[in-house]
């Protein structure tokens, strides 16, 4: 039996004929970007988040260079985050001039440590990034807390998240601004790339929204204004229809081209409905994994107020290598996410950190592997996965199947 590691034609076989009228339609509308269809998405997810304000945008990394912009995150500024996650989270930091610093993770559960937080503020501070890693949050009650006490920002990475919730909240709805990637591995995933960021805070929202489009028209005056400056919006008459705006032509701020595609929007619509039951078809996978796999992989642990939404199963074991190769001898497709923890990557060596700087993110690094996880997964092809771990441990007599 051969098991991928991650199959998208399954998910979109079951979905091709609703997906295809979509398609036409969007296509039929000649509204390729903004427009009804993406107006439509934003207005369900934030009713699905629990926010008051969506905005698409092209993808999870500019996604949080919106949101630090948003913050006032700028050249010089730091922003503590984990080094235990994808690079793009980090880099979002560095591309607009402020530095990543890295702390530490929870052992249990790969989350930034709460704890070792406040020792990294400094007067340079001005965000905390936490990221909701492998779709588990992070303590955000504490983390919250910590920013409270500081007056700083608070950006939820929730690339991996979409659907967990902490304490009866989803993802994205904990912090000030909380940003999506839509990339097609994702648990709601698009058809290339795409972004999303959403906040509560009414103020923020006129930013994100100036920030995506070239910090143009009504929206960038009044971000300009919010942002301490002066704006004179030109007197002209009221005209309808996005290409014929004049409002357009005049810019307040330095913003960004990072806007959602109507094509995307409406592939995400017909999917949205259905993610609570991908989720749910995740979970019971995790279920299967964490009663039939054997004692000598670690396998994750979550607190109680915590509902992940199961974007990878992780186990770890210093025999990450050995364990990989041995799966994919035998058809079984794996992740080692993440190798290479961040503030040990070349692009971060001017920052200083060297091996033992952040203990917790190297031993995860040096431990951790994803096993095949996407609700199309089979009962039969679950149990073929337990089945051939469970023998690697066998065979080398860490522990009995």
């Not at 509204?31 to 934030?46: D, M, R």
């Not at 005049?250 to 017909?270: E, F, K, P």
């Not at 796999?293 to 992940?308: F, I, M, N, S, W």
């Not at 364990?323 to 990557?345: A, E, R, S």
Request: charged share 20%.
């Amino acid at each position: 039996m051969n098991i991928p590691f991650f199959d998208l034609k399954r998910q979109y076989q079951t979905l091709k004929s609703e997906m295809t009228e979509r398609a036409a339609q969007v296509m039929e509308s000649c509204s390729f970007i903004g427009g009804p269809y993406v107006k439509e998405f934003e207005t369900q997810i934030a009713g699905y988040l629990g926010v008051k304000h969506a905005f698409g945008c092209g993808n999870g990394t500019e996604a949080l260079v919106l949101a630090l912009r948003a913050c006032g995150v700028g050249p010089g500024d730091e922003v503590i985050t984990t080094p235990f996650t994808f690079f793009a989270t980090a880099e979002a930091v560095a591309s607009i001039g402020a530095v990543p610093v890295f702390s530490d993770i929870r052992q249990e559960d790969y989350t930034l440590d709460p704890e070792q937080i406040e020792e990294k503020i400094t007067a340079r501070t001005r965000a905390i990034l936490p990221v909701h890693i492998f779709g588990a949050p992070c303590r955000m009650e504490e983390i919250t807390a910590i920013a409270a006490r500081h007056g700083l920002r608070v950006v939820e990475d929730c690339a991996q998240a979409i659907g967990s919730m902490y304490r009866g909240k989803k993802a994205g709805s904990l912090g000030h601004i909380g940003c999506f990637s839509f990339y097609p591995t994702k648990n709601l995933g698009g058809f290339g790339d795409g972004g999303l960021v959403t906040t509560g805070d009414g103020d923020l929202a006129v930013v994100l929204a100036a920030l995506r489009e070239h910090g143009a028209g009504k929206n960038g005056a009044r971000a300009l204004e919010i942002l301490g400056g002066a704006a004179e919006t030109p007197a002209l008459s009221e005209q309808t229809g996005a290409l014929y705006d004049p409002y357009k032509y005049y810019n307040y701020i330095i913003g960004y081209n990072s806007r959602l595609d109507a094509m995307q929007a409406a592939a995400l619509s017909v999917k949205l409905p259905r993610l609570d039951g991908y989720n749910s078809a995740r979970a019971e996978i995790a279920g299967a994994y964490a009663s039939g796999l054997c004692g000598a992989l670690e396998k994750p642990r979550y607190a109680a107020d915590t509902v992940p939404c199961w974007h990878q199963y992780v186990v770890r074991t210093p025999r990450k290598y050995e364990l990989c190769d041995y799966l994919q001898q035998h058809g079984v497709g794996c992740g080692t996410f993440y190798p290479v923890p961040l503030h040990l990557q070349k692009a971060f060596a001017d920052l200083g950190y060297r091996p033992g700087s952040l203990p917790e993110a190297e031993r995860a690094a040096a431990e951790t592997v994803c096993l095949p996880m996407f609700p199309e997964l089979t009962a039969e092809e679950v149990a073929f996965v337990i089945d051939t771990a469970n023998r690697f441990f066998a065979e080398k007599g860490g522990c009995t199947p």
